[in-house]
T-cell receptor
Framework: GEDVEQSLFLSVREGDSSVINCTYT??????LYWYKQEPGAGLQLLTY?????DMKQDQRLTVLLNKKDKHLSLRIADTQTGDSAIYFC????????????FGAGTRLAVHP | DVKVTQSSRYLVKRTGEKVFLECVQD?????MFWYRQDPGLGLRLIYF???????EKGDIPEGYSVSREKKERFSLILESASTNQTSMYLC??????????FGQGTRLTVV
């Protein structure tokens, strides 16, 4: 079945770049998403990429998609303490129902 | 703005009670989903619906049921709440070729 995997924890220094990685198994994925969840808050869509793209940039965020390896990454440039959160990778398939499958989330800790 | 609204942010229920969690979206989306979120486990899909009166089991449907009588509303039902159903519940909706939108979540505690 479909599966999305990501590492559980990443620690970086303020001002450095963060790279959060994700792998997925469903080759029919249509959209791939990155969500951010701050403590006590709901899920916030950060960015998404359509499966026929290999890169998307949005200010400090860069999403890279390697469809052959089924690998997605989120790079946050100039990471700030306000970026500390859990980041979820998710994919939706083209099976007609747009079902969203999530990874377990990567907790990003930013240290001064 | 797309809005997905969940009826309660916080809920406390007793073991054995029947619990209804309501979700309403205002963008005429076909697909609606219920997830639960637990630390270290990410979001796990309970049920989803791709049309009125249609429903599909997700990965963890046991102990839950759903209702989709109208396109904008998707209800999650805990027939007899148990303590292991204490969790954060998230509703989402997705249209055709659109991104997913989430509600703010309902934190349910079963005592």
């Amino acid at each position: 079945g479909e599966d999305v995997e990501q590492s559980l924890f990443l620690s970086v220094r303020e001002g450095d770049s963060s790279v959060i990685n994700c792998t997925y198994t469903d080759s029919s994925s249509t959209y791939l998403y990155w969500y951010k969840q701050e403590p006590g808050a709901g899920l916030q869509l950060l960015t998404y990429i359509f499966s026929n793209m290999d890169m998307k940039q949005d200010q400090r965020l860069t999403v890279l998609l390697n469809k052959k390896d089924k690998h997605l990454s989120l790079r946050i440039a100039d990471t700030q303490t306000g970026d500390s959160a859990i980041y979820f990778c998710a994919e939706s398939n083209s099976g007609g129902y747009n079902k969203l499958i999530f990874g377990a989330g990567t907790r990003l800790a930013v240290h001064p | 703005d797309v809005k997905v609204t969940q009826s309660s942010r916080y809920l406390v229920k007793r073991t054995g009670e029947k619990v209804f969690l309501e979700c309403v979206q205002d963008m005429d989306h076909e697909n609606m989903f219920w997830y639960r979120q637990d630390p270290g486990l990410g979001l796990r899909l309970i049920y989803f619906s791709y049309d009125v009166k249609m429903k599909e089991k997700g990965d963890i449907p046991e102990g839950y049921s759903v209702s989709r009588e109208k396109k904008e509303r998707f209800s999650l039902i805990l027939e007899s709440a148990s303590t292991n159903q204490t969790s954060m519940y998230l509703c989402a909706s997705i249209g055709v070729d659109t991104e997913a939108f989430f509600g703010q979540g309902t934190r349910l505690t079963v005592v």
